[in-house]
Every structure is written in C-alpha cells, then in structure tokens.
C-alpha cells in the first residue's frame, strides 16, 4: 500500500507464496525512497545473495537491475554481493550492509566506509530540485532584466563558478517569479550541488541566479555555516570514493534525493 511500483507487487506476492524467491528487479530497490517499505520488508528475510548487474543486465535496457535470492522463511546471515561490472564478490553480514543507522542498503560497504563515515556528521540536509526550467524558458544569452540559470557544469571543483560558451543558460526574472526555485534566490544560508555525478562539489548559493533540475539546493536542518575546509572536502579524491560505496556504484539513478542526501555529511 506503500507503493506503486510494479515490481515491488511482484516481489511481495511471491514471498508470500514461496520458500525461496529469485527475482531482478531494478537496482533502485537499493536505495530509493519509493522502496523504503520493500527494504524493510526484504530486511527481515534471509538474502543469500545480491548480483548486481548494472546496466549489463539486458541489452539495450538502460536501467540499472539486481538479481535478489531470498529465503523467505530465513534469518538474516551472510549475503554474497557479486558485481558483473565491477567484477567483485564479497560476503558480507546481512544486518552489516542493511544497518539501520544508515537510510538504505550499502551493498559494497568496507573498512574505508566506515573510517570516512567516522569522520563526517550526516543527516544535515533536506533537498530541492527544480524540474521547471527547461530549454523553453531560458535564453542562451543574458538580456535585460535577466538571471543567470546555474547548471552542473559551472560548479567547478574549487567552489568557483565556470563559465561555458554555448551551454550558459540565463531565464528573464519576470519568468524566474512564478518558478518553485525562486524562493532560493539570494538565500545564503542554501547550499548547491550536481545532481547526477559521482564528482560532488558544494558551493554557497550565489546571488542573483537560480538552478535548474542539473544542480540540487542542499537546504541545513539546523543554521550551518560551513567553513572553505568543509566546502573543500565534498571534491576530494577520499570523499569522492566514499560517495560511489554511499550510492552502490549505480551510474543512472544518481540523484540526490531524499534518502541520499544524507550521505552528504559534514567534516568534523
């Protein structure tokens, strides 16, 4: 009743009717929040093994699917995590790669996870994407009365805005009014970030412009000021590996949503 996915239906129904279930399913089971009901349930039953296929599951399929085995009358033990792309296998503690402390499953969680985690202070952060701003709406040169639209791509490693000829976008300020996103203009107290990229990099909302759907608005929990060496850390080499372990290595649902933007911690 949580959901209204298809394969989640399929998966429950047949957990119910049998011993032991193998199913694919999408790899966003993982760590959606569409799934956060299929996760609990799945949590309780004994799974010997996740294959993750990635997109080499089926040709010309681009989404990303998971081989479940489940013993649905088992207590959580070990679970094989195998990776066709990665070309890796690992046994690892059920209640380990399911902890509670964490949103979703880090199926490829290690020493390195838990080290980095150590040093991070998570769960600070809510989301917002605008979904509104679009090619229609925009200009490809500034005129009057305009403001910039801020993309992936001008957020640069060092917190520095990039421009890019031909791919600067800019949206008259009567048309920014009625958006979602504008209630973020000149708030310096937001936070920005690529959305789809396992390059993060955070920078301070800059004044007079807005974002499109490309780049996510952090918004603090809690008043947050977050220091250069903070800012900084977000586009280094260990905070960059420690992501793909927190996002399972996926490579088409990388968004930053409402489950993962936990993983967006702050260096303490």
Known sequence: KDTTNTFEFFLEKAMRIAGYVVMIVPKALLNTPEFIATRQLLAGKKVDCIQDFGENGFKGVLVETICLFIETGGKPGKTKVESLTLKKRLMQKQKYIMDKAYPYWIIY??????????????????????????????????????????????????????????????????????????????????????????????????????????????????????????????????????????????????????????????LK
């Open 109 to 266: 969680r290690d020493s390195f996870f838990d080290r980095i985690a150590g040093k991070l202070d998570f769960d600070r952060f809510t989301v917002f994407r605008d979904r509104q701003i679009t090619k229609s709406n925009t200009l490809v040169e500034k005129g009057e009365d305009c403001l910039r639209v801020l993309k992936s791509k001008n957020i640069g490693d060092q917190g520095e805005i990039v421009d890019i000829p031909k791919y600067d976008a800019y949206i008259r300020k009567e048309t920014a009014k009625g958006l979602a996103v504008s209630k973020y203009l000149g708030d310096r107290k937001v936070y920005l970030t690529p959305n789809m990229t396992y390059n993060p990099r955070v920078i301070r909302n800059p004044e007079d412009v807005v974002v499109n759907g490309s780049v996510a608005v952090l918004i603090p929990k809690t008043e947050l000021e977050l220091t250069k060496r903070q800012l900084d850390y977000f586009s280094s080499k260990e905070y960059r590996q420690f992501y793909q372990i927190a996002r399972n290595h996926q490579t088409r649902s990388l968004n930053v949503d409402a489950t993962s933007v936990f993983f967006f911690g702050v």
